[in-house]
């Protein structure tokens, strides 16, 4: 309450100093993070609102004689979240880009940015800042992980790598292939060539293909040590230290963004690099603060196994793939489709993924800020008009909210809670539709025993809701109850990929629908 009056009595910087100074006490207050994130609203030039927020961060440490002292960077990162989560892309990005000036290498910040560059819809131009940023880190020449419980090993195993290894040869195999025009998306060209390092170029060909170029002088891996992990052993064992859970992020965050422009080949490296550590790392990182990104990259490792590697396919085949696409967007099981071929009405479309991160059919609300409403956006705005495209959104609102929100009195009953949703899954729908030649709409998939009878009573909503006779001819249907068996009890051996999402071998069931 006194930053708000010191706010709307014109002393701005005070008043984020003491709203700063009670959140750094309890970062999960909701009630101050709604205030920050109202004072963030109420600027309207965005380099005010950088100025403001950074002199705050640093008052708020005046302490601290070094203004790169830590807490400065944890200030700086935590308003960028802050700033993300309002949907002020921009305004995250700048803020944490000031806390990689004071910081270049500081592993918080680098995860924080690169995620937001992808969440605001810019992977290529996330894979180049990535790339470099990993090729500038020297802690990473003798990366190490611990863990108690080696399969067969002693309890104080210890497992080294040379990432910055890793990176040169990902690096190596990213820029082998020409990438297709098509995966440069307007705005992503623009902020690549907007970018403050003059090594990031991009150059297209007579054919619609296009070359980045970046990091020149960077081939020659270090040869300290390769990158394959290697067993050590030492006299005590400990948990994976927080800035080594950070690198993890880090990589898995730019798998992530390989994924999305559909560099199967550097994906595939990285995989083998990081995959063989599952057994290891999978749980003490899935409680971890990267806990999404491990998530993520677990399952584009499995759904790689399926995808179209394009840049192995004979030239006419190549060809007909990229002369006919189908978007694909929505949340994480759109990984399940990604980079497949389609057949729609005897012709071949490649699917390409627009994956909004944490996107609930609640963010669809015209008065959403959420940065996945941000995202999907920012996606759906580049998609060329009269495309198809297939839109898979809402097993996260059947997993995580319709309970909570019944538990929680905000609807009466699940019913009520599911017709509320379906409200805003129609207008979005019908609006979407209006600038695509056809839009396809795969139900939420059935992946978890304990929230099945919440999908199916979600799927007799969906059936109402394309019933009736005022929805738009071009959107089609894809129930997805093929994947469970006769009796409904659990899915079919081939359609299960990672346990929370559906193999891509269900593309085969969207035939009769298309």
Known sequence: VSSKVLWLTGTRVPAVELALHSLLRDVEHKGLKANIGWMMKAYKPHKEAIECFKNASIGECREEKDR?????????????????????????????????????LNFQAALGFFSCMLYSARPHVAVTHIFKFLLDSPALTHARITHMHFPGKVPN???????????????????????????????????????????????????GASTITLMEGHEAAPQSMPPTWLETHSGSAAPIPFLDTLVFGIFFVLVKCLFAIGRIDVVNYLVSVFGPLKKFIAIPLSKSIVANEAAYFWCIAAACQYAVRFHELPEPDREELFSNYIYCFGDSHILSVAWQPFVIKGKKYLSIPLVATGLKIWHLRKESTFYPRVTLSRMAAEIPKGSKVLICI??????????????????????EAIAAIIVQYDEATKSMAGNMDHMYVMYPPPILPETRSLTNMFWKALDAMFAAPSFPTNVTAIPT??????????????????????????????????
């Open 68 to 104: 790169h002292a830590p807490i400065v960077i944890t200030v700086m990162c935590a308003l960028a979240a802050i700033a993300r989560d309002e949907g002020l892309m921009e305004l995250s990005l700048a803020l944490y880009m000031e806390s990689m000036e004071l910081e270049p």
């Open 481 to 514: 109850a093929f994947a469970l068996t006769a009796d409904g009890y659990r899915l079919k051996d081939e359609y299960v990929l990672d346990g929370t999402h559906l193999a891509p071998s269900c593309v085969k069931e969207f035939g009769p629908y298309m």
């Open 157 to 207: 195993s210890h497992l080294q790598v040379n990432l910055q290894a890793a990176a040169h040869q990902a690096l190596g195999i990213f820029k082998r292939v020409p990438i297709p025009s098509y995966l440069l998306q307007p705005s992503d060209v623009k902020a690549a060539l907007s970018q403050p390092w003059p090594d990031i170029r991009i150059v297209h060909d007579e054919h």
């Open 394 to 415: 809402g097993e996260l609102d059947i997993r995580e909210s319709l309970l909570r929100v019944v538990d929680g009195a905000k609807y009466k009953s699940i019913k």
